[in-house]
């Protein structure tokens, strides 16, 4: 039986890796400190076979040499989110990302685990280039701007992962993520999906960034944590970079009026400016659309729900939730 090791699984795609490995018959042990973790979020995963959970700090605690020494595979989701915690806490980002990061890799690869890294398309920084390929060059902008200290700190974490999987002592993959959302997320920290809902739900207004132009792809968190697991399992994605998430495009606006639309059409949308909503000088991309053509080739990936699919996930687990 394969036994999992899940940093930052209380979190929420960390606690539906760890749903989905259970339901495979896997053993799982989540480690969280707690810090945007929820317990809550692990509720249906307590008392079944196979499930433990420490709520710690594994950067300095030692028994986390031993979990990962006992384990098969290390699935490493912590890390600082969101574009308000990341201009919040510009130094939290820095070292949760990168000392976690480090930290998990240098036990795994002691061990010689599997190891999964997710990162994400903020790595791609201000590409011009759309859909983003995992072999594009990346531009930032200037250190002076907290808002890149997200996406640097991750490519470094890339680097680190790469770096250990010229070894084999490491099978290490990275899986970069756009956008993935669902049940059980939260509106905290700039998720912008999550906080248009509950906007509406409270009579509104729904709060726009910008002009309401700039375009996202949504991917449910069921199908990303499907290609996470294979990825993982998969020989030929050792040591490579690769996107997962929905190339189905959609304006910021147009997701605005569509769940005003769906929850409260008396709710007005309200535009605030970006050196209103977080800092001057914010700097936002346009576009952010993944190619997907080589998690195709390698794990057969294809998001199998639309967006509307996934708002509709949204409202009916908020339905039978307390």
Not at 63 to 77: P, Q
Not at 264 to 270: G, L
């Amino acid at each position: 039986m394969t036994r999992n090791v899940v940093t930052g699984g209380a979190g929420f795609i960390g606690s539906h890796l760890t749903e989905f490995l259970l339901g495979c018959g896997e053993e799982v042990v989540v480690w969280d400190d707690l810090s945007t973790g929820s317990m809550k979020n692990l509720e249906a995963c307590m008392g079944k076979p196979g499930f433990t959970y420490v709520i710690s700090d594994f950067i300095s605690d030692p028994s986390f040499d031993n979990a990962v020494r006992d384990a098969d595979c290390v699935h490493h989701l912590a890390a600082a989110v969101g574009v308000e915690l990341i201009l919040r806490s510009p130094v939290r980002t820095i070292e949760t990302n990168i000392r976690g990061c480090e930290r998990a890799l240098s036990v795994a690869s002691r061990y010689g685990k599997r190891f999964l890294l997710t990162s994400t398309s903020e790595v791609y920084g201000k590409t011009s280039s759309v859909p983003f390929s995992e072999e594009d060059d990346v531009t930032y902008g200037p250190t002076s701007k907290h808002r890149w200290s997200y996406g640097i700190s991750k490519a470094v974490d890339e680097f680190l992962l790469l770096a250990y999987c010229d070894s084999p002592a490491l099978p290490g993959v990275v899986a970069r993520l756009f956008n993935t959302v669902g049940p059980r997320q939260v509106p905290y920290y700039g998720m912008v999906l999550p906080r248009f809902i509950q906007q509406a739900k409270r009579g509104g207004p729904l709060t726009v960034h910008g002009t309401g132009t700039q375009s996202r792809c949504f991917a449910h968190v069921s199908d990303v944590v499907r290609a996470l697991h294979a990825l993982m399992h998969t020989d030929a994605a050792r040591g490579q970079v690769v996107n997962i998430g929905s190339d189905e495009e959609i304006s910021i606006l147009a997701l605005a009026k569509s769940i005003v639309a769906r929850i409260n059409p008396s709710a007005e949308i309200r535009f605030i400016p970006y050196e209103e909503a977080f800092e001057p000088g914010f700097e936002d991309l346009e576009r952010r659309v993944p190619n997907l053509e080589k998690a195709r080739s390698l794990i057969g990936f294809a998001p199998s729900k639309s967006l509307d699919t996934i708002i509709d996930d949204i409202l009916e687990h908020q339905r039978h939730s307390p």
